[in-house]
């Protein structure tokens, strides 16, 4: 829960802003028995989309984004309409929570892949200030491992990530099994160089002996 001074920091408006948002009901803080004003994040992201005052929606719209992220693992799938679909069904949720201020973000790459161009740049937007919240339709989009460290790192900047369904697609089963078959090749090859190297190393050290 924030106080009322670090909700105004959030969104970027007055402390008496967000009074007459709540004169308004575009916002229903909670009180603490002392009286406080308290707001979930729930809170400050709805409100985020349900200005009425045109100078304040314009104050957000021009100091944040919502970014909505997609991935397939490959051109195949993209080809076949996979990421279109995803991209589509961000779409319609923002529609449907009157979410305007958004831009897409997307990779084609396995979601083991930590150098995705896509990523990437959603991690230095968040870095710089200019993310409010972030959007996918499965977790395992936005990576296959390590999504709770993602979450604690946009924690820190109080960056929300809606997830529009938390279990798998039964569409990205195989790409899962793909992916665990990259990773074991990826390790192996690593394995497979390290020892080549060690061979080299031991056949070099015998020459000069």
């Given at each position: 829960?924030?106080?009322i001074g670090m909700a105004s920091?959030?969104?970027?408006?007055?402390?008496?802003?967000?009074?007459?948002w709540e004169k308004r009901k575009l916002i229903t803080p909670m009180r603490t028995p002392?009286?406080?004003?308290?707001?979930?994040?729930?809170?400050?992201?709805?409100?985020?989309?349900?200005?009425?005052?045109?100078?304040?929606?314009?104050?957000i719209k021009n100091k944040k984004l919502t970014i909505l992220y997609s991935r397939v693992s490959s051109h195949k799938q993209k080809k076949k309409g996979d990421?279109?679909?995803?991209?589509?069904?961000?779409?319609?949720?923002?529609?449907?929570?009157?979410i305007t201020n958004y831009i897409h973000i997307t990779d084609t790459?396995?979601?083991?892949?930590?150098?995705?161009?896509?990523l990437r740049k959603l991690f230095k937007m968040i870095k710089s200030g200019k993310v409010t919240r972030i959007i996918i339709t499965f977790k395992d989009r936005l990576t296959r491992f390590g999504f709770e460290y993602i979450l604690q790192y946009c924690a820190i900047f109080i960056i929300p990530i809606i997830i529009l369904k938390?279990?798998?697609e039964k569409s990205v089963q195989q790409e899962l099994?793909?992916?665990?078959?990259?990773?074991?090749?990826?390790?192996?090859?690593?394995?497979?160089?390290?020892?080549?190297?060690?061979?080299r190393a031991k056949?070099?050290?015998?020459?000069?002996?």
């Open positions: 829960m924030f106080s920091m959030i969104l970027g408006v007055c402390k008496k802003t967000l009074r007459r002392g009286g406080h004003r308290r707001y979930s994040m729930e809170d400050l992201i709805q409100a985020g989309y349900k200005f009425e005052d045109k100078k304040d929606r314009e104050k990421l279109g679909r995803q991209q589509q069904r961000l779409e319609q949720y923002c529609e449907k929570e009157q790459a396995s979601g083991l892949n930590t150098k995705r161009p896509g938390n279990t798998l099994v793909d992916d665990m078959m990259s990773l074991i090749a990826y390790f192996s090859g690593k394995l497979y160089g390290l020892r080549s190297g060690q061979s056949k070099i050290s015998g020459v000069k002996n």
